[in-house]
């Protein structure tokens, strides 16, 4: 999701490695087989404190795959030389570990290895004078992206209806780009009646109209009984949509002070849901209230990301590290806790005594995860290569309230995170008024 390498590629007229310390890997090729060779550059000096060893692979149908690391504490030398490479396009990955050999920067490319030229990732080709082709990388060392997201300057996106009475209130949006439509479902809490999920339909992710406020009718309850585990709330928690078919996994209880489940919920256009009668994820005794952020499927398996709370009627202080968790499934409709949960935990001064509503973006074999503290100051990041064990990338959050525009907000909650045409779009929550409840949605962009 967010690209911690900016790779950028420079022609050679010649390349001379002596004097310089190399680290070379050959592989067999055919006898008389044209050769290239590829050289990086690495920033030893600006580099990161916690970056130990940054490795180099190529890869190739039907080629050996070929490596290369080199060691920024150990190796005098700045330079990664790779010799006698095939001619021909390879897919590039170049990964920095730390000293726990956890990938902590990530990036690849593909770069095409030709005889007499130097490429450019832009595909501009360079010609060099070797008879070898030959790659020159520089690689920046990248930061938390605080900087690089954009407010929209007119939040915020979905306000209440001013005229309604009592006012409701709009927050923990999801959203997919489905059928060429940005859709949303969101929590509509009208003051006094049960938790809703409304629908919402636009164009370009900015300008919305509300197509059904109320999605779920308690009064039936899907023809069972208004004593059922979630009768008195129906939030959207994770939505993924797969054959055609929607699948909502929303946050449900039948008192707000009493044991919050998840549940699943089912529907052909996105706006009539049948609901599973009993709840996917159960509380337990130490997950009281639970509450599903978002739903990732890797490799046919699915990751559940969810959040928990104490019994809010267990008088405080409160154990520590309520934080994130993960469930997983293999049918999307039986879960399993993963065991060494909590996966994420509050460490940081900002975050307080909770992190929660994690939203979680898989991209470039690699996990990332918004979260929000518990106080709605901010948003954190953190990401992870197998789900399951997650690094910060920060000790501050890289989204505030003073990052902000349009009509001000006075928390910053929830937040929602999807690439749609190239775009990253994050939908957030936020409230119009001091009185620190969620009434607005808004977005931000990169």
Known sequence: MFRYFLITIVGLSLIYLTGCKEKIVTVEVEKNANKGGLL????????????????????????????????????????LALNNIPIGTWKLNVNA????????????????????????????????????????????????????????ENNPILPSPILSTPLPIYSQQKVLFDEGKFKMWFDNN????????????????????????????????DSTSNNRWDSKCVIPGAIIKESGI??????????????????????????????NPEPVLSSTATEYQISAGDIVKINGTYFLY??????????????????????????????????????LKPSETWEGSRIFYPSVIVENDRFDMMYMDVNATGFGMASSKDGYTWMKTGTKPFFTVADTKGIKTYFVAYPSCRKINNKYFLYYSGASSNNQVANVIRVAIK
């Open 40 to 79: 990086f550059k690495i920033d030893k000096v600006n580099a990161p404190k916690n970056v130990v060893v940054v490795e180099a692979i190529l890869t190739r149908i039907e080629f050996d795959t070929i490596k290369a690391s080199l060691n920024l504490i150990n190796d005098t030398s700045a330079d």
């Open 97 to 152: 570990y730390d000293s726990l050999q956890t990938i902590v920067y990530a990036g690849e490319t593909a770069v095409n290895i030709q005889d007499g030229i130097t490429t450019q990732v832009n595909l501009t080709l360079i010609p060099t004078s070797t008879g070898l082709g030959s790659i020159y990388i520089l690689v920046n060392w990248g930061t938390k992206p605080s900087s690089v997201w954009n407010d929209y």
């Open 190 to 221: 009208v003051p006094g009646f049960p938790s809703n999920t409304g629908y919402a339909e636009s164009y370009d992710g900015f300008s919305w109209k509300v197509i059904k406020e109320n999605l779920f009718n308690f009064d039936t309850n």
């Open 246 to 275: 929607y699948k909502m996994y929303y946050v449900g209880h039948n008192g707000s002070y009493g044991t919050w489940q998840i549940g699943l919920a089912q529907s052909m256009d996105g706006i009539n849901w049948i609901r």
């Open 306 to 343: 969810y959040t928990f709370n104490y019994n809010p009627m267990t008088m405080p202080p409160y154990p520590p590290g309520r934080g994130i968790s993960v469930a997983t499934s293999t049918d999307a409709k039986s879960w399993k806790r993963f065991e060494g949960n909590p996966v």
